[in-house]
């Protein structure tokens, strides 16, 4: 993923490609963090939540959801931070942050010993994750927009989310690979926590890459400045942020349902064992984070809006569709193919997204209202997205129920970008 863009670095600069390159790995540490919790949702169910059934994996989602639920807090106060002391400075907090949350669900002792303290610090851990997570993204997304060449922030913009598709892929093949190796019980005694440990030595390791990056050229630039008058006829900063958050909705839904849930899903509807439902979705999430580069790339010829759109409509009309095939029956094989198109669908989105996003502020204000409008919108419709699948189908009795949840997300979208100016071929402000 790094070595993707070593020759276009040569154009911004030996600077643009080591720092780029520190934000990304440092990204892909993140988010292994922040994902894997969802890769044994049905064991930490088992571990923390005594009632068993589906009670227990509802309380797991929504402790799921709970960590979304400080996005928004860490996104203002970190993003402010970003905007006040500098990209660089929001980056080092965040994965300190992030990696303190992830050891502590590693070492939380079971409810059988603790009683109710053990979901309570469950809750505790997820609520520090997630205000990590919600500065990380709008920081590393300005980060690497602000360091990209004028004419190539689409594709170097891609790589912050093919390094959060790249932290998912290392998550899920990581619990693929510990589940293949241990038994079942041995999975459900301890083995899980070797995932969230794990964190505790990925986290030195992003700290050590991002402490000796160098502040972004924009950053600078608008830190030696004053402060322009504002233009008339100019939205707020606040309704910018409202633009963002409805131009997230649709990312932020199929990208929780369709690579954080999906191996719930397969597990408890479509009969597919929990190690070939983990393998499965770290195939299609390894094609997404594949195919997210070249789609930002295209958008910086083409405009990011046409990609934008076909995505939205993609997932209007395909859901319903795709679900109902794969619970006729599918083989292995064809669930890995669905698997595969799904990336490639989402990857229309994630790639030009974070350009295009970033696209919306100025520079003075991205970090804080971008990162605010993001969050916000992850936080409501994304990370509450496994629990609201899980909901749905309980309360209709339909396994197909998602799809309209998915649906409604992007026609949302679909009508806040229709209304967006094409920005790939202007000037960063």
Partial sequence: MVAAFRGEGEHAGGSSKQAVAAAVIGNVLEWYDFSVYAFVATTIAKTFFPQGGVAALLNTFLVYGIGFLARPLGGILIGRYGDVRGRKAALLLTIFLMASGTV?????????????????LLVVARLTQ???????????????????????RGFYGSFQQSSVVGGIVLGSGIAALVSTLLTSQQMDDWGWRVLFLLGGILGPVGLYMRRNIEETPAYRRVAREPAPAARPGALSPFWLAARAFGFTINWTVIFYIFLA??????QKFLHIGRTDSLWSNTIGVVVLMAAIPLMGHLSD???????????CAAFIVLPYPIFAMMLSGVSLPVFVLVQIVIGLMISLFSGPGPAAISEIFPTRVRSTWMTSGYALAVAIFGGFAPFIA?????????????????????????????YLKETAHEPLG
């Fill in 104 to 120: 502590l669900i590693g070492v939380i002792p079971s409810y059988a010993s603790i009683g109710f303290l053990a979901p309570l």
């Fill in 130 to 152: 997630g205000f990590s997570a919600g500065g990380e993204w709008g920081g590393s997304t300005a980060f690497i927009v602000e360091w990209a060449p004028e004419k190539r």
């Fill in 261 to 266: 849930y999906m191996p719930t899903f397969a």
């Fill in 301 to 311: 010829r083409y405009g990011r809006k046409p990609f934008l759109l076909l995505c």
């Fill in 390 to 418: 899980t909901w749905l189908i309980d309360q209709t009795g339909s396994p197909i129920a998602p799809v309209y949840y998915v649906m409604a997300a992007a026609l949302v979208s679909a009508i806040v970008i229709a």
